[in-house]
C-alpha cells in the first residue's frame, strides 16, 4: 500500500506517520527527516538544502525526486512506504505518476490532514523533537515527562530550526500557493480522503485508520 500524507506544516502528517507505519508495517518516508539527516551529515545536498528551508521555500523539484526514487526502490519498501511532505507541488506529483509508473506502482490513498492556520502556527512554535530517536513532543500539546528529555530515550530535545514564527509564515505561504493546488490534483484521481486534524492525537489517527481500511 503506498500512501501519501498531505498537508499543511504542523497538520501531524509525522504525528501521525509515525503510529501508521506501525498499524500498516511499511516505512515513512519523509523528505524533510532526508534533508535534515543530509544537513546533519554535512553533506553539499544537505548544505544547499539549508538554505531554501531557513527560507520556508520548497528544495528544488530535481533534489527531492531523486531522493524519492533511490529511497522508494530500496527493498523495505517492497510492501509499500507512506510518503510525508512529497510531493509538495504540481510538478512533483507528476513526476511521482511517472516514476510509478515505471515501477509498476501507483499511489493508492492520499490522506489531506486538515488543520486551521492559528492552530498550526501554535503547533510548530511549541514542537519540539529528540535528537537521539525523532520521536516528537509539543511543549504544551504533548509535553514530555521531564522538560527538554525524551521519554523514550531520555535524549535531548531540541526546537527545529524553521519553527520560528517568521518562517512558519513563509512555510504556511508556500503550502497556500504551491501545495495545496495538489489537493484537487488527487481529487481529480479520486485518491483524496480528507481528515479533520483537530482533536487528540489517538481519535485522529482512528479516523485515517478507518478511511485507509475501508
Ligand atoms: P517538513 O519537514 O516536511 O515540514 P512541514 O511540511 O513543514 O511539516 P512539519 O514537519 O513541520 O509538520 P507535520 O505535519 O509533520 O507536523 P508534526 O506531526 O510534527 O519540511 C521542512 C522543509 O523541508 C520544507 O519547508 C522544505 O524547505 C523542505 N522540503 C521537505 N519536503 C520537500 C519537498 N517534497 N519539496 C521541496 N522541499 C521540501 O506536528 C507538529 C506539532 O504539533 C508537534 O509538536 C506535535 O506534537 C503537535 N501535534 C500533532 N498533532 C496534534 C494534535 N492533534 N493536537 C495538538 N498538537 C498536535
Ligand atoms: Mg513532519
Ligand atoms: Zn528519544
Do not use: W
Request: aromatic share 6%.
Amino acid at each position: 500500500m503506498n500512501i501519501v500524507l498531505l498537508g499543511p506544516p504542523g497538520a501531524g502528517k509525522g504525528t501521525q506517520a509515525k503510529r501508521l507505519i506501525e498499524k500498516f508495517a511499511i516505512p515513512q518516508v519523509s523528505t524533510g527527516d532526508m534533508l535534515r539527516a543530509a544537513l546533519k551529515e554535512g553533506t553539499p545536498l544537505g548544505l544547499e538544502a539549508k538554505k531554501y528551508m531557513d527560507q520556508g521555500a520548497l528544495v528544488p523539484d530535481s533534489v527531492v525526486i531523486g531522493l524519492v526514487k533511490e529511497r522508494i526502490q530500496k527493498s523495505d519498501c517492497d510492501k509499500g512506504y507512506m510518503l510525508d511532505g512529497f510531493p509538495r507541488n504540481v510538478s512533483q506529483a507528476g513526476a511521482l505518476d511517472e516514476m510509478l509508473t515505471q515501477l509498476g506502482q501507483k499511489i493508492d490513498d492520499v490522506v489531506c490532514i486538515e488543520v486551521p492556520n492559528e492552530e498550526l502556527t501554535a503547533r510548530l512554535t511549541g514542537r519540539r523533537t529528540c535528537r537521539n530517536c525523532g520521536a516528537g513532543y509539543h511543549v504544551l500539546f504533548d509535553p514530555p515527562k521531564t522538560e527538554n528529555v525524551c521519554d523514550r530515550c531520555g535524549g535531548e530535545l531540541y526546537q527545529r530550526d524553521d519553527d520560528n514564527v517568521k518562517t512558519v509564515s513563509s512555510r504556511l505561504q508556500t503550502y497556500e500557493s504551491q501545495t495545496k493546488p495538489l489537493i484537487d490534483y488527487y481529487e481529480k484521481q479520486g485518491k483524496i480522503r480528507r481528515i479533520n486534524g483537530v482533536g487528540n492525537m489517538e481519535g485522529i489517527f482512528n479516523l485515517i485508520a478507518a478511511a485507509l481500511n475501508r
